[in-house]
């Protein structure tokens, strides 16, 4: 693997700072000063045409008369001057920027303009730059501070990425003061070029850092920063402190950076399914951080305090409780051995109270037991100074015990006499904590961490296997409203669409007078539900458009006259096109819930779960998440909303049909990856009961929607991409086919590599391994199909796949071209399987409007040079290395 694209920005050898100033205060000033007093281990020329001489160094007029090769520029002059620095810093080959000036989309549309003649002058040169209106970047290993920050940051592990500047500073001020240190801090500014999604790509394969944290205004691009961040969570915990959680606080950061901020809830759920740990503070970023970083994982949320005070207990108890999280139920075997050992006075419950004159052996006969217990998914240790306590005696005693796979958290409560035992804790790499609430949530951050890094391998397909949906069907019938000019469609034409995706509906007839609605209300059968056919009014019941249990033909004259009467009467102005009639729904047991669809500013099709009904506003209980999504996503919604509860057996009523449900959320999940054109979709009440779902009312909104080769480009996590599964049969009559990998494939992919030949492997990766690392194997399988795609070819032997070949490309940082590799198994080459597998490579590419293909060959690698002559690529020679050739071609 080469060096990565910021490469020269996070490991210059050499500086130019434009504006480096001897003015005291001025920005320059403080950028220069700290390159210098940090102990940057490259060259810093300061540049000012007034002087000849900045801060004791000499200074140049321009880069010409420097006359050395530069890896990065800082800029820290006025905005008005930036788009000329950048046009002279690309012509003299700096390829690296970092932007402090401000004065640009801040200001309004003048400054709009000037910023984007910086993008468009910056992309012609292919330099990438970070800001404007930044706090710049340090790298503290290095010596790199080129930020206007007053002092540097102590070396560490934690990487820190802020889109504000300001609050970059105070981070790092409190930092200082508590011991912390990092690898990198950028502060993002206004992210005209570098964003998130740059920056994580960097981080993620950056051996100096070893935990992330964000913090977040609002995003530019959710594409680019949900691929960087599910890349990166993959491998290093990330933490993430969002504000603008509400509306106030929304408004203020989007004028701020001039990004988007959507709804709270949908970013939340974005984390989630990024497996990346929200904080809500920020002194909880570094405690996550550091809990994150220990080598423990939590496979469940069930905590058993062990403590030698009831007080500290309960205060655990109650954090647990604020948290949603369950104490642990101890089982009757764990409950006897504990009545073995302990004194009688002992709790007999969770927390286990151990009575305050507890030994460091009691201590360790508990935690020993509670550990054993199956229904225990971690445990804190709450230790108080106590007259007869011994706190260190008791951390050694856990030191011994800390062997077993399930969380040990600790707080020693105090400062002197608990200082020995804490430091015998750190150096074991058990984490302590102060007090009890800080190691409960601690614990959270395990359990949060571990819940959503299980959704981050959920890899759903955009379309069901069962009972395909009629995608062109749905498709004509909205491009048929938008041809009328219309963007809301009628309930009729909405439960169509309902119905091109196998969603059970309520079927309805549109009537235009009272006798129309008369006959048909008679040749539906009684009793039926009349509602007022309006693109206008979305909350029929407020309008008083809704008339239910019609028993007989005269009520059913009636309650048309009447209710068009009070519909024109509450809403003057709406479009009335008659009234729809159908069946009423007898579901004596039925559920009213509600599924949506909506359209959210920055991460585009969101789906909505919650109580359904005409109090829905009301009730506020609903849940979000970002499609595409498969049961275990859509169980994992369900769960987190206040009506899931009643979902099952309760009084009178039975459990509801939850396949039906499940199936519902599926099909509108399809909706979503398939129907761009759909910007809002209420199915309000879904009524579900024991013996299925049935949609009541619907109501979609659409407008139209750019079109691009990426079919998926609406949305923020990339589907699995099932199209490109196809079958193939090889010339011995055998059947196989060829996929995209999965995350389970990595037991496959693993053996696969593992058993190639020792040319093939060197042919592969250009150097000797055995197998793929943890690392590269959780590379290799957990993808993300908007930026690289990895086709595998298997056979099926016995009961099992097996992996025969695997083709990949990576699409490089230009966004037009990709790198490609392919390897087959030795036993099955000279079978075309290769061939089949880079046609397939190309169509994908193509699919996803690349526009070139290449890629390094050994020359000793003969088959694989043929092969890419054959497929029409051009081979050159690589300038760089006699060994390797290099291969190109245009899609």
Request: net charge negative.
């Amino acid at each position: 693997m080469g060096k990565h694209y910021l490469d020269k920005l996070f490991e210059p050898r050499s500086v130019a700072v434009f504006g480096a100033s001897d003015r005291e205060g001025a920005v320059g000033n403080l950028v220069f000063k700290n390159m210098i007093e940090g102990g940057f281990k490259g060259e810093v020329y300061p540049i000012n045409p007034k002087r000849e001489e900045v801060q004791g160094h000499r200074a140049y007029p321009d880069l010409k008369s420097i006359g050395q090769p530069i890896d990065l520029a800082v800029i820290t002059t006025p905005a008005a001057t930036v788009p000329g620095i950048i046009e002279a810093c690309g012509s003299y080959g700096i390829r690296s920027a970092v932007i402090i000036s401000a004065g640009f989309r801040e200001i309004g549309p003048q400054g709009l303009k000037l910023e984007q003649a910086v993008l468009e002058t910056a992309r012609r040169h292919g330099l990438r730059f970070v800001g404007p209106n930044c706090l710049g970047i340090m790298r503290p290993t290095t010596g790199l501070n080129c930020t206007f920050n007053k002092g540097g940051a102590t070396p560490g592990n934690i990487a820190l990425v802020s889109q504000s500047g300001a609050l970059c500073t105070a981070i790092l001020d409190w930092a200082a003061a508590n011991k912390i240190g990092f690898s990198t801090v950028v502060s993002t500014g206004i992210s005209a070029d570098i964003d998130f999604g740059d920056v994580l790509d960097y981080l993620v394969n950056d051996p100096k850092t070893k935990s992330i944290l964000l913090y977040i205004e609002g995003i530019h691009n959710a594409l680019s920063f949900m691929s960087g961040l599910r890349a990166a969570a993959r491998f290093k915990p990330v933490i993430a402190l969002k504000v603008g959680r509400h509306a106030s606080g929304s408004k203020a950061a989007m004028s701020h950076t001039g990004a988007l901020v959507g709804a709270d809830d949908v970013f939340e759920s974005a984390l989630r399914r990024a497996g990346v740990v929200r904080g809500m503070r920020i002194a909880n970023l570094f405690s996550a951080a550091a809990t994150l970083t220990f080598p423990i994982k939590a496979d469940g949320d069930r905590m058993v305090i062990v403590t030698n005070g009831g007080g500290p207990g309960v205060m655990a108890t109650d954090r647990l409780a604020d948290l949603g999280l369950p104490l642990a139920d101890l089982s009757k075997e764990t409950m006897q051995k504990l009545n073995e050992v302990l004194p009688v006075t002992w709790s007999h419950s969770n927390p286990v109270d151990i009575i305050g004159d507890a030994t460091p052996e009691r201590y360790a006969e508990a935690v020993a037991i509670c550990m054993d217990d199956p229904g225990v998914d971690g445990l804190l240790v709450i230790l108080t100074p106590q007259a007869m306590t011994d706190p260190a005696g008791v951390a050694q005693s856990l030191v011994a015990l800390n062997k077993n796979k399930k969380p040990l958290i600790t707080c020693w409560m105090g400062e002197i006499q608990v200082a020995e035992g804490r430091n015998i804790l750190r150096d074991a790499n058990i984490p302590t904590f102060n007090t009890p609430e800080t190691a409960v949530d601690a614990f959270s951050y395990l359990v949060n961490h571990g819940r959503n890094q299980k959704l981050l391998l959920e890899t759903p397909g955009p379309i069901s296997r069962d009972r395909a949906p009629d995608v062109e069907g749905a498709r004509l019938i909205i491009e048929s409203v938008l041809a009328e000019g219309r963007k809301v469609l009628s309930e009729s034409e909405s439960k169509a669409v309902l119905h091109a995706f196998r969603i059970p509906t309520a079927q309805a007839s549109i009537v235009r007078s009272p006798n129309e609605a008369l006959v048909q209300a008679e040749s539906i059968g009684f009793p039926v539900a009349l509602k007022i056919n309006s693109p206008d009014i979305t909350h029929k019941s407020d309008a008083g458009g809704v008339r239910l249990g019609i028993s007989n033909a005269q009520a059913a004259r009636s309650a048309y006259n009447e209710m068009l009467a009070e519909v024109r009467k509450n809403r003057p102005e709406a479009q009335i096109d008659g009234v729809t009639i159908e069946p009423m729904l007898q579901r004596p047991n039925g559920r009213e819930l509600l599924v949506g669809l909506v359209t959210d500013p920055v991460f585009g099709p969101v789906i909505t779960f919650g109580a359904g009904g005409t109090t829905v506003e009301v009730m506020g209980d609903r849940a979000v998440t970002l499609p595409p999504l498969n049961r275990r996503l859509v169980q994992d919604l369900i769960s987190r909303t206040k009506v899931s509860k009643l979902l099952g057996a309760f009084r009178h009523m039975p459990k509801v049909n939850m396949e039906s449900l499940e199936q519902i959320l599926l099909r509108v999940s399809e909706i979503a990856c398939e129907l761009p054109l759909v910007k809002e979709l209420d199915i309000n009440p879904l009524i579900v009961d024991e013996h299925g779902a049935m949609a009541v009312d619907a109501r979609i909104v659409v407008d139209y929607h750019a079109m691009t080769a990426d079919r998926y480009n609406h949305m923020a996590i990339y589907p699995y991409p099932a199209h490109l599964v196809s079958q193939r049969q090889l010339p011995n009559g055998m059947d196989m086919v060829i996929r995209p990998i999965r995350p389970e494939d990595a037991e496959m992919e693993q053996a696969f590599v593992r058993n190639l030949s020792e040319q093939s492997k060197y042919f592969r990766f250009m150097q000797a391994i055995d197998e793929l690392s943890p690392q590269m194997l959780a590379r290799f399988t957990q993808i993300d199909y908007s930026r690289e795609m990895a086709l595998i070819a298997v056979v099926q032997m016995e009961d099992a796949e097996k992996q025969i070949g695997v083709a990949r490309y990576s699409i490089n940082p230009d966004g037009r071209t990709c790198e490609f590799a392919i390897v087959v198994a030795d036993q099955w080459q000279r079978q075309g399987i290769a061939h089949l597998l880079m046609q397939m490579l190309l169509t994908a590419a193509r699919g996803h409007g690349l526009q070139l293909m290449e890629g390094d060959v050994l020359a000793a690698n003969n088959d694989m040079l043929t092969l890419a002559t054959k497929l029409g690529f051009n081979i050159s020679s690589n300038s760089e290395d006699v060994d390797v050739e290099h291969v190109v071609l245009r899609l």
